[in-house]
């Protein structure tokens, strides 16, 4: 189910001098073909390594993870759980890192073990507290959620069953503005990525939602589909997407694209049968 890819898919995105500049997207309801929901990671670092990963927590859901190998004690950036909970992260672009938050609750693996629904997501508010500083994209099969966690334990969710819900790296709701740096490629990816939700009259597929995910209007530092400009610039490593219909199991599809390695495409059906293949041949690492 793990495929090494030949040619060069040119995929993805932005956040101007920025090292955690990553972009989310999702839509529900009505703004899906066939219903249901859709949500996109597309992650951007200086170059780091990314694979996918089956978890099995001994008093959780199980899920399937995009995890970052530069941070093992934290490693899971985009995921699904056998409940069909997707759950992607981003970080706010300026200097408040995980790691200046000791103890704090790694809340992208929190909310995959715990959590079977955007409701049960919406109910963790202890979760939320215990968090450091992080943007959350959510879906199930019905609704899509936004949650945005800074510093001093503040706040904001954004929840719908009809329509679209974007981010990138700064704050977007009004009471949380003073936690924003100053502005830079997080904000022309937002704009670019919310442009293209926008113009869209009819409703969405996976094959558009991957379309945007290789956007490269905005150049290589800035652009949804990134490439950066010379080496110390961050680039785009791999994308997350889910496809949860409004009947029927979800799909993933993943693109990976490790420095120095194969490209390589993931694409799943996420049937019973599916997660109990995965879990018995370890079919990742």
């Not at 249901?36 to 990963?53: C, F, H, M, W, Y």
């Not at 970080?91 to 929190?110: C, D, F, I, S």
């Not at 889910?242 to 059906?269: F, T």
């Amino acid at each position: 189910m793990v495929l090494a890819l030949s040619f060069c898919l040119p995929f993805f995105l932005a956040g101007a001098g920025l090292a955690h500049s990553c972009t989310l997207f999702a839509a529900a309801g009505s703004r899906v073909e066939g219903g249901g929901t859709l949500i996109v990671k597309n992650r951007d670092r200086t170059p780091r390594q990314s694979a996918l990963e089956f978890f099995t927590p001994a008093d959780g859901f199980k899920y399937l993870a995009l995890v970052a190998l530069d941070t093992p004690e934290d490693p899971a950036v985009a995921g699904i759980n056998e409940k069909g909970l997707a759950v992607v992260d981003a970080l706010p672009g300026h200097p408040n890192e995980a790691a200046a938050y000791p103890g704090a609750v790694a809340l992208t693996q929190a909310l995959l073990s715990r959590c079977a629904s955007v409701e049960d997501v919406l109910a963790c508010k202890d979760l939320f507290r215990a968090s450091y500083p992080v943007f959350e994209m959510v879906a199930d099969g019905r609704r899509i959620a936004a949650i945005e966690i800074a510093p001093q334990g503040r706040v904001a969710v954004t929840v719908r069953d009809q329509g679209v819900l974007c981010h990138t790296n700064h704050y977007l709701a009004p009471r949380l503005q003073d936690a924003n740096g100053k502005p830079g490629g997080s904000s022309i990816r937002y704009h670019r990525i919310l442009q293209l939700l926008s113009r869209q009259a009819c409703p969405f597929s996976l094959e558009d939602f991957l379309a945007f995910s290789q956007d490269r209007h905005d150049g290589p530092d800035n652009s949804i589909c990134r490439s950066g400009s010379n080496p110390g610039e961050p680039c785009t490593l791999a994308t997350w997407i889910v496809a949860h219909p409004a009947a029927g199991v979800p799909r993933v599809w993943v693109k990976i694209a490790n420095p120095g390695e194969p490209q390589e495409l993931v694409n799943l059906q996420l049937t019973p049968d599916m997660w109990a293949k995965v879990l018995k041949e370890k079919m990742f690492r």
